[in-house]
């Protein structure tokens, strides 16, 4: 275990027992359903859970969701011009949203 993890699990049970953990809200109902979750890694989930919550989306997040509108546009076109461009479009997405991924694996790996 990493010194900061140490460090965080002591401000956590520091906090539990002077019972500032106590009453919050959601305190003893189930987690909600978070499929998409299933795909980042568990701190990471915490992370953008928290950014949600605080009205913030990191940009990785935004182009996903950007991406995913972009196919659904996609599957209803039949013009081959028009898809051709929606496919070019989409690329460009998804290679915005690889960059933004692999730029947060790399700040949070050093």
Avoid: N
Wanted: proline share 4%.
């Amino acid at each position: 275990m990493s010194w900061l993890s140490r460090l965080a699990e002591r401000q956590i049970l520091k906090a539990r027992l002077k019972g500032d953990l106590q009453g919050l809200s959601g305190e003893g109902k189930p987690l909600p359903e978070r499929p998409g979750d299933a795909f980042v890694s568990a701190g990471d989930a915490v992370g953008f859970r928290i950014m949600a919550e605080a009205g913030v989306l990191p940009e990785e997040i935004t182009l996903k969701k950007q991406a995913a509108a972009q196919r659904a546009h996609l599957a209803s076109l039949t013009d081959a011009a028009e898809r051709k461009a929606a496919m070019a479009d989409l690329a460009r997405i998804e290679m915005r949203q690889a960059i933004a991924e692999e730029s947060r694996r790399r700040f949070l790996k050093d």
